[in-house]
Structure formats: C-alpha cells, structure tokens
C-alpha cells in the first residue's frame, strides 16, 4: 500500500509569507505527527493529531504555526509571516494509533525562506 | 524533560569493521526505545526498537539492548557494509501519544 506522502516536496518563499504545507498518511491510522528537521539535527517534535483533534501541540514554535487535520486523514500545517529560520525539512509521520507503536515518515518538505 | 544524547559523528570504518554507535536518554517513567535510519536521498525507516529494560531489538544484523542502569540503548553491529552507510537517529517515546525525541543523528560511512 501507498506510504506516507507529503507535498510540495520543496518549497521556496519570501521572507513575510504564507505557506501550507500537505500530509497525506497511510490510510486507517488515526495518529500524525509533524515534526522539523534543521540541517545537522534530529527532528524536532510539533504536534500530534489523534483523529481530527491535536492532542498535543506543545512542540509549536511560536502562534505562526498551525496545524488541522479537518476529516481525520489529510493534515496541512501552515506557517504565517515565514522567517529565515523556518528554514528546514517539515517531515510527517503517522500510526495506527496513538501508542508507542512504529511512526512512518514521509519524505519530507523542504522550505527554504529567502 | 525527556532528551537524547548520541556520540557525534561522522564515524568511517572499513568494510566489515564492528560497529557501535552510542545513545544515552533521560526520561521520566518508562520510555520506549528506537533506532532511525536514514538512508542517502530517503526518509526515516525504522530500523529496531525495544519497549522494556533488557530487551533487545534487532534487525538487519544491528542490536541495541535497553539498558535501564545505565539509561543506554547503544546500537551494535557486527560486520558493516558499504551498503549500511547513512545517518542514524537514536530516539525515545515516553507518556501519552507516543511523539519522539531524537538525538542528534550519527552519520556513518563506511568505505569498501
């Protein structure tokens, strides 16, 4: 079956913003996860979505970061007013369940910001 | 809070050279254990994982032994290939929801 797809798979914008950024997950898993990857580093946990709410969010940055998953599958974490240091891969992940059972990642986005 | 700490790489070896790549953690409670690998131009795959003290996982001819006394999970493997060079990320799963704090990844190489 299809894996964990993210789009676009880059994207560069403008300092000031807006970007959305897709998360599809494997069909049937009730959890997603996003989390950010800097150069040279570990990815660094976001938020978590158990079905259609985030259950836990306190991995956001900052209020220009938000996240929805309306329909309990496709997610879209969206970034306003972009800085230079948003700058990085934005990896999704998702599970079964909300356990400690193995996550699948996608791909990946890489957001540049100029 | 909960962190992970991982010897820094890059680490070169020689083919068939034994390979250990150390992971510490900290952690509140009774975390679960993992080991990432991610392979050049590829996403994050699972590679072992452990969810009690001294359980071992393994995979791929790769080990880690959760070691509770010592809070390690260090990953071990025997005899390296060429084909085993990549980045790889030591991580914990602790409480509710199951989200994951890495390390900082540990780049191998290994040459033939």
């Known amino acids: 079956g299809a894996g964990v797809s993210q789009t676009p798979s880059n994207k560069v914008t403008e300092k000031g913003k807006y970007v959305e950024l897709r998360c599809d997950p494997i069909s049937g898993h009730t959890a997603l996860y996003w989390y950010r990857q800097s150069l040279g580093q570990g990815p660094e946990f976001l938020i978590y979505f158990q079905g259609t709410g985030a259950a836990d969010d306190s991995g956001l940055p900052n209020d220009r970061f938000f996240a929805v998953r309306p329909e309990g599958s496709v997610s879209t974490l969206k970034i306003q007013r972009t800085e230079r240091g948003d700058s990085a891969v934005y990896l999704c992940?998702?599970?079964?369940?909300?356990?400690?059972?193995?996550?699948?990642f996608g791909p990946g986005t890489r957001l540049t910001v100029l | 809070g909960n962190s992970v700490t991982q010897m820094e790489g890059p680490v070169t070896l020689s083919e068939e050279a034994f390979l250990t790549i150390n992971c510490t953690y900290t952690?509140?409670?009774?975390?679960?254990l993992f080991w990432y690998v991610q392979y050049p131009g590829e996403g994050l795959q699972l590679l072992l994982k452990?969810?009690?003290?001294?359980d071992k996982g393994s995979n791929k001819g790769f080990e880690a032994t959760y070691r509770k006394e010592t809070t390690s999970f260090h990953l071990e493997k025997g005899s390296v290939q060429v084909s085993d060079s990549a980045v790889y990320f030591c991580?914990?799963?602790?409480?509710?929801?199951?989200?994951?704090?890495f390390g900082q990844g540990t780049e191998l190489s290994v040459k033939p």
């Open positions: 991580a914990l799963s602790s409480g509710q929801g199951g989200k994951l704090i």
């Open positions: 952690a509140t409670g009774y975390p679960s």
């Open positions: 992940a998702s599970s079964v369940d909300g356990t400690r059972r193995e996550q699948f």
């Open positions: 452990a969810t009690k003290a001294d």
